[in-house]
């Protein structure tokens, strides 16, 4: 039984929209606790931290990372801001999580990687995806060999119109942002919400070697850019082995979703066997969330937790067990660096029109 003594002290680092989730996850664990928030827009954090029964509030993270009793920081700030903040943080002793992509560039992602190695606090980038239950479920599966050898992936994003409260899309500046692209990093589907599925990419398979990618543009009624439509495929290393990822924005297109107007579905082809994952952040289909076709017979996951909340709150169980020594980090900041690759292989295929190599990218 672990005494109280134990207790993690967590401090957030940016408490714009998707740090709700992150913060609903908290109260649901007894060996972790939100202490403090942190955010250069005082009104909303103040009154995020009165949502949330937090009592301590620092307008720069330096001072929140000075607090001796915070052990663990959540950055959750727009991409172009997580090295500087997550430098800092490992400098500070904290054990350190920041939201997905890694960085803007390569060489602050390997400034992060470099960082990591020289502190000794934990570290990791925040892959909710991963924790998904039947993404789970559907890599236990393939461990178990349900499938046989995995041979390809096959992902689909589609986005439309929808959305609840403040995930519904509208003119704000995290949009202004990610029309940016020396603080985005790249397009705000294929480099920001890419990052998700170039992980499962991995996660699923296998390291990738190559990628192709071609990215189209679209502009929504307010002005901002949609790198859609856009198809990217990718080699694996090793054996022949492929995958691809279709991305289309329909702006006509309604979506029932407490989240996010968006979502993915992936089917995964084994020598034996099938896969179908057919939904994570919204209800796009009724159908069961996992699939299996396997010897001529079909199985369905009925009983699968679907709501996206689920994957934050595993996710975030997952860092504090890491803590603890409970269970194995994921996703450390090395392995965040090779997905990272791959965004910026993505963005570079596109932009030359060939394919590029990963082992290009130094």
């Known amino acids: 039984m672990i005494r109280k003594k134990?207790?993690?002290n967590v401090g957030f680092i940016g408490t714009g929209v998707i740090s709700s989730l992150h913060a609903r996850a908290y109260t649901k664990l007894d060996h972790a606790k939100l202490v403090a928030v942190c955010d250069t827009d005082v009104n909303r954090m103040r009154q995020k931290a009165a949502e949330w029964n937090v009592g301590k509030e620092y307008a720069t993270y330096n001072d929140l990372l000075a607090d001796?009793?915070?052990d663990a920081v959540e950055i959750l700030t727009p991409?172009?801001?997580?090295?500087?903040?997550?430098?800092?943080?490992?400098?500070?002793?904290?054990?350190?999580s920041v939201q997905k992509p890694m960085s803007v560039t390569l060489a602050q992602g390997r400034e992060m990687v470099e960082a990591a190695a020289k502190g000794k606090t934990l570290t990791r980038i925040y892959e909710n995806y991963r924790f998904y239950p039947a993404i789970q479920r559907a890599r236990e599966l393939i461990d178990a060999g349900e499938i046989g050898e995995p041979l390809s992936?096959?992902?689909?994003?589609?986005?439309g119109y929808g959305g609840k409260g403040e995930f519904a899309h509208s003119k704000s500046e995290a949009w202004d942002r990610r029309d940016d692209i020396e603080l985005s990093g790249g397009g705000a589907v294929t480099f920001d919400h890419g990052y998700h599925i170039y992980s499962l990419a991995c996660y699923f398979i296998d390291t990738v070697e190559s990628v192709f990618a071609w990215i189209g543009e679209r502009r929504d009624a307010?002005?901002?850019s949609w790198d859609s439509p856009a198809m990217i495929s990718w080699k694996y290393g090793g054996k022949t082995r492929f995958g691809v990822w279709e991305q289309v924005w329909c702006?006509?297109?309604?979506?029932?979703?407490?989240?996010y107007s968006g979502e993915d579905r992936i089917e995964i082809s084994g020598s034996r066997g099938l896969l179908w994952i057919t939904k994570c952040t919204s209800q796009f289909w009724q159908v069961p969330p996992l699939i299996l076709f396997r010897d001529g017979q079909m199985t369905s996951f009925h009983h699968l937790e679907t709501d996206w909340q689920a994957s934050f709150d595993r996710c975030t169980r997952n860092f504090i067990d890491s803590i603890l020594g409970k269970d194995k980090c994921e996703i450390d900041f090395p392995e965040a660096f090779e997905i990272q690759k791959m965004a910026q292989a993505v963005q570079l295929s596109a932009a030359e029109h060939r394919i590029v190599n990963l082992g290009e990218l130094k």
Not at 82 to 92: G, L
Not at 153 to 159: A, P, Q, S, V
Not at 251 to 259: K, M, T, V
């Open 68 to 70: 001796k009793e915070i």
């Open 222 to 224: 307010d002005g901002y």
């Open 6 to 8: 134990f207790m993690i």
């Open 251 to 259: 702006e006509d297109l309604a979506i029932l979703s407490d989240y």
């Open 79 to 96: 991409q172009h801001l997580h090295a500087e903040m997550a430098v800092a943080a490992i400098r500070a002793g904290k054990h350190v």
């Open 153 to 159: 992936i096959r992902c689909k994003l589609t986005n």
